[in-house]
């Protein structure tokens, strides 16, 4: 105990904290974590506005024997072409759970994995994910990508061929991060979301200064095409009860669970 109490006094030291936030080390770091089983999955609830079920668990990765967040190494992830096995890593994992969650509650329980630009060049990824689900015997429709806008912006045509095949395989595509991008929709003609997800930005913004109208026409434009939406980052039973107000089909936030590890998840999902 007293040689893992050092070793966190050592890290929380400010001048190490600046060394470790340095992109090569944190690539070094991301390197080992690879090869040294160093990633570990959490989890975090969407809840069902209506019925009060949780329907669908996001898998957010988070490094074991680090305090940097994703926010900081996916970038560096990104720029060094390791997001490629990382998000394989992730990939392979969740669909393990995703086995085990549907045994174990035999539901429909759904499992999102987030999805990188540069996995656009990962040719192979569809047929890795076909493997780990025939494997793992589970639905491709309890499996949901997201993806964010910025994706669909840059390489419109790749992106279009390359989810295609996904959905193809019956694979659920969430529109993540909603309102933090370009918001044009016209690629909703292109590709099938099954969901958008409302960035915490719009939430906070919008019901911060009342106006719920503006989130209100939102999500009934998303209904007017089927589509579901998720609000992201609900802290407050106040912003609760306004998105219920606005028909919000579901609510990711911390005001039902923050992102916890999978057997405490599916402890925690009876609960909710
Ligand atoms: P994201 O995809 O938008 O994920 C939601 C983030 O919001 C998560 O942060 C989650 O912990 C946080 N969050 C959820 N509810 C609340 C809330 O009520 N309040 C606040 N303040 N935050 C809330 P996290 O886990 O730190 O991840 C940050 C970002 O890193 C993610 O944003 C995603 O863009 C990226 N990321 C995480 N895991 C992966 C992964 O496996 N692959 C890829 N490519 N990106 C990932
Ligand atoms: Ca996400
Ligand atoms: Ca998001
Ligand atoms: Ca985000």
Redesign the pocket.
């Known amino acids: 105990a007293k040689e893992s109490y050092n070793q966190d006094y050592l890290f929380y030291q400010p001048d190490m904290f600046n060394k470790i936030k340095n992109k090569q080390d944190i690539r070094k770091i991301l390197r080992l974590a690879l090869k040294n089983n160093g990633f570990k ?2 989890y ?1 609830p969407q809840v069902n506005t209506k019925t009060g079920n949780v329907e669908t668990l ?5 490094l074991k024997n680090y305090s940097i ?3 900081e190494f ?1 970038p560096v ?2 720029e060094s072409g390791l ?1 490629i096995e ?2 394989r890593w ?1 990939t392979k994992r969740a669909i393990k759970d995703l086995a085990v969650l549907n045994k174990k509650k035999n539901k429909s329980l759904k499992i999102s ?4 630009v540069q ?1 656009l060049n990962d040719l192979d990824y569809i047929n890795f994910i076909e493997e780990n689900m025939r494997a793992n015997k589970v639905n491709f429709e309890n499996l949901e990508i ?1 993806i ?1 806008e910025s994706l669909l912006i840059h390489q419109e045509q790749k992106a279009i061929n390359y989810l295609n095949q996904l959905t193809d395989l019956g694979i659920k595509l969430a529109l ?2 909603f309102g933090t991008g370009y918001s044009s929709l016209n690629y909703l003609t292109y590709i099938s979301f099954s969901k958008v ?1 409302l ?2 930005i719009l939430i906070e913004e919008f019901l911060e200064y009342d106006n719920i109208n503006t989130i209100d026409s939102l999500i009934s434009l998303f209904h007017s095409m089927e589509l579901p939406v998720v609000a ?4 407050t039973e106040k912003q609760l009860a306004k998105l219920k107000t606005a028909n919000c089909d579901y609510i ?4 039902f669970s ?2 916890l590890v999978f057997s405490q998840i599916i402890e925690k999902i009876d609960q909710l």
């Not at 994995?113 to 990188?116: H, P, V």
């Not at 992201?232 to 802290?235: A, F, M, P, T």
């Open positions: 999955l959490k975090q996001e898998a957010l990765i988070r967040s994703p926010a996916i992830a990104e997001i990382i998000s992730v994995i987030n999805f990188s996995q997201e964010t993540d991060d997800k960035d915490k992201e980052g609900v802290e990711q936030g911390y005001i923050k992102p």
